[in-house]
């Protein structure tokens, strides 16, 4: 999936990308961007057919990683949940929290 898509996927338009992802599908892209890097400094590509090599080898292992952290949860990794939706569910489990709380 490329930028556009991933965004359409998320409700985005002009927000940041990274902003509105999840903590696995963050390190997943992190995976993907420090791959690509150290691929890059021991292959010293050229040109940019041979950056477009690495940048797609980089993405592969972080492919492998995504397919295999699903794989374990049943879950997808990629979804279309953003920043509003992480804040609403984070306000849910401070509110459910605070409910514990006062009936102690």
């Known amino acids: 999936?490329?930028?556009?898509?991933?965004?359409r996927l998320k409700g985005l338009k002009k927000?940041?990308?990274r902003d509105n992802?999840?903590?696995?599908?963050?390190?997943?892209?992190?995976?993907?961007e420090a791959t690509t890097t150290e691929i890059s400094r021991v292959e010293q590509p050229e040109d940019f057919q041979e950056n477009l090599k690495i940048a797609q080898r980089g993405g592969?292992?972080?492919?492998?990683a995504r397919k295999a952290a699903e794989a374990q949860t049943g879950k997808p990794v990629i979804t279309g949940k953003n920043?509003?939706?992480?804040?609403?569910?984070i306000g849910s489990v401070i509110d459910?929290?605070?409910?514990?709380?006062?009936?102690k």
């Open 15 to 17: 927000e940041n990308l």
């Open 96 to 103: 459910s929290a605070d409910m514990k709380n006062d009936k």
């Open 1 to 7: 999936m490329n930028t556009r898509q991933y965004k």
């Open 60 to 64: 592969s292992v972080a492919g492998v």
């Open 21 to 32: 992802m999840s903590t696995l599908e963050l390190v997943l892209n992190m995976l993907a």
């Open 83 to 89: 920043a509003v939706d992480f804040s609403r569910l």
